[in-house]
């Protein structure tokens, strides 16, 4: 089988989706993908990111990490995407960087890819299965296919059984988080090989 081309992308606030992304891609390689971990530019002004020293902080940590453009979608196979929740929903920087896209998505250059999801937010009920099953729409759109965790590993029973995706409290991705994370990636990975080679 091929080596299948993964793009881990993220947003990240605060530094958890990060951490997730970090692990995912870190999984996905090990997994034998080509992996590209790749950033959502930072859209909000400059005045707020310094008004918060942790969001600022964050930024400086990941400013060498390349940002991700039409290209990197083109060139994966599949897409591991991690943002935090807004009022149920991703980040307007995320969803600003998908509205970018509808040049490759018409021409289909999105369709038959692969696709799955993860997010955290402030607390436990803070809209994260809202905020990935709407993501996992956007990748109907796409006419990408989705590939969530389901219940396909005990490991998701210890980090919070969530089969839509991995999500987590804010600055709280501990050793169990990690591992629902990897098997996430993994069986991204799988999927991916099967239907790419």
Do not use: C
Not at 25 to 42: H, K, M, S, T, W
Not at 128 to 133: M, N, P, R
Request: charged share 15%; no cysteine.
């Amino acid at each position: 089988m091929g080596q299948p081309k993964i793009a881990v992308v993220f947003y990240s606030t605060y530094g958890t989706n990060h951490q997730v992304a970090s692990a995912a891609a870190e999984a996905a390689r090990a997994a034998g993908a080509e992996v590209r971990l790749l950033r959502i530019a930072e859209t909000a002004p400059e005045s707020v990111v310094n008004g918060q020293e942790a969001w600022k902080a964050t930024l400086e940590k990941i400013k060498d990490i390349p940002t991700v453009t039409a290209d990197d979608m083109v060139w994966a196979d599949g897409y591991f995407i991690s943002a935090p929740t807004r009022f149920g929903g991703g980040p307007s920087q995320l969803r600003a960087f998908i509205d970018t896209l509808g040049g490759i998505w018409s021409q289909g250059q999105l369709a038959g890819k692969t696709f799955t999801a993860t997010t955290s937010a402030q607390n436990a009920h803070g809209g994260q299965e809202a905020t990935i099953l709407g993501l996992y729409t956007t990748a109907m759109h796409w006419g990408a296919i989705i590939v969530p965790p389901g219940y396909t590993d005990p490991v998701l029973y210890e980090a919070g059984g969530n089969p839509y995706g991995f999500s987590t409290e804010a600055g709280k991705f501990d050793e169990k988080g990690r591992a629902a994370v990897a098997h996430q990636a993994r069986r991204l990975v799988e999927i991916t090989q099967r239907l790419t080679a």
